[in-house]
């Protein structure tokens, strides 16, 4: 056995690359969340819908999955989340209003958002954390592989970081879990992995075997830099492992603790992805990505840019 086959969780090579069954074409987006870190604007309006320059956020990552190949999206909401069934639903009214004015480049985006992908809906009853939310969703995902993708964190970008996880896991059958340094005294905001190098072609040096995950550490009991960024690409055994695990860190049913599982049971990759996130679930974090996002609009941009060089800072 070579080194690089000794590092290769065992399913890895049973399950060999991409065949039918492990064709990823269905996300789950969590979107149950009060996001309380949002308040006061998300007292009256779910987190997912606010708007990142022209879009709400989970535009964005519904757009995300469609530039990944996803085919079905399954959105978990809870009480007050209405307003995203909306978003995505057909607007026939708001599309006749707007073509019997001539206006049929909007009457055309309005269409879009509801043709762009299948989306179903279930709920999440009671807020036990984000490990209970994608294990409200086993019904319509089935047996087969999937995508998480955390409605508040946005990856803009030409190379979605969906599409390069579903591409390991559809080239070795083993789930991976898009990671990127953080600074080190933030480990108590992330999940963080312990991995160890595994480099295969044609990922290279950005894969690595998780040993272990552990979520939510204090800086000194942190076992890397590397946090769990809100992409994930999963086998379905993980619904058993949900289904077995217990409320951990803030007393929730943590999605990283039921990874934990998956990793001993059947391996799991770490994935360097390239791209920049930005957590719009945070204020910082939330200004940071709509400054971002409006430099690269091709209507806006530039002027955009102008003008933030007149400001004196
Ligand atoms: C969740 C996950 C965490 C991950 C983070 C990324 O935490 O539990 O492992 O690193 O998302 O944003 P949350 O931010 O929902 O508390």
Same mark, same amino acid.
């Given at each position: 056995?070579? +080194?690089?086959?000794?590092? !290769?969780?065992?399913? $890895? ?5 991409? +065949? ?21 604007? !998300?007292?009256? %309006?779910?987190?997912?819908?606010? /708007? ?6 989970? %535009?964005?990552?519904?757009?995300? &999955?469609? $530039? ?38 909007? $009457? ?6 509801? +043709?762009?992908?299948?989306? *179903?809906?279930?709920? %999440? ?19 087969? =592989? ?11 970008? =030409? ?13 070795? #059958?083993? #789930? ?9 005294? @933030? /480990? ?8 160890? =190098? ?23 009991? $942190?076992?890397?830099?590397? #946090?769990? !960024? ?10 058993? &492992?949900?289904?077995?695990? @217990?409320?951990?860190? #803030?007393?929730?049913? %943590? ?21 920049? *996130?930005?957590?719009?679930?945070? @204020? ?12 690269? +609009? ?11 060089? /007149?400001?004196?800072?």
């Amino acid at each position: 056995m070579t +080194n690089n086959a000794s590092a !290769t969780p065992n399913s $890895a090579r049973a399950a060999g690359p991409t +065949n039918s069954r492990n064709k990823v074409r269905k996300a789950v987006l969590p979107a149950a969340g009060l996001g309380t870190r949002f308040l006061p604007a !998300t007292k009256a %309006q779910p987190k997912e819908m606010l /708007t990142v320059v022209d879009k709400p956020q989970i %535009q964005y990552v519904a757009e995300e &999955c469609v $530039a990944s190949g996803i085919e079905h999206i399954i959105i978990v909401t809870g009480k007050g989340k209405n307003s995203i069934e909306d978003h995505f639903d057909s607007a026939p009214s708001l599309e006749r209003f707007l073509e019997e004015r001539g206006k049929k480049d909007q $009457a055309e985006m309005v269409r879009k958002i509801s +043709n762009m992908v299948q989306v *179903s809906y279930t709920r %999440q009853k009671e807020p036990l954390g984000l490990g209970h939310a994608v294990l409200a969703a086993r019904d319509l995902v089935g047996d087969e =592989p999937f995508a998480v993708l955390l409605g508040d964190v946005l990856i803009p970008g =030409p190379n979605p970081a969906t599409k390069q996880l579903i591409k390991v896991y559809e080239s070795t #059958g083993v #789930g991976a879990i898009a990671v990127e340094e953080i600074p080190k005294d @933030k /480990t108590n905001l992330y999940g963080i992995v312990d991995g160890e =190098p595994a480099p295969q072609p044609p990922f290279g040096e950005r894969l690595l075997r998780i040993r272990d995950l552990v979520e939510k550490p204090k800086p000194e009991n $942190a076992p890397s830099n590397l #946090g769990i !960024t809100g992409r994930y690409v999963l086998p379905p055994a993980i619904f058993d &492992c949900l289904a077995r695990t @217990k409320a951990g860190a #803030g007393n929730e049913i %943590q999605l990283t603790d039921a990874l934990r599982i998956l990793a001993k049971e059947q391996g799991l990759w770490a994935y360097i992805y390239e791209g920049i *996130s930005y957590d719009a679930g945070d @204020k910082l974090g939330f200004l940071k990505a709509t400054v971002e996002i409006a430099l690269q +609009n091709p209507e806006f941009g530039a002027a955009f840019r102008s003008y933030l060089k /007149t400001l004196k800072l």
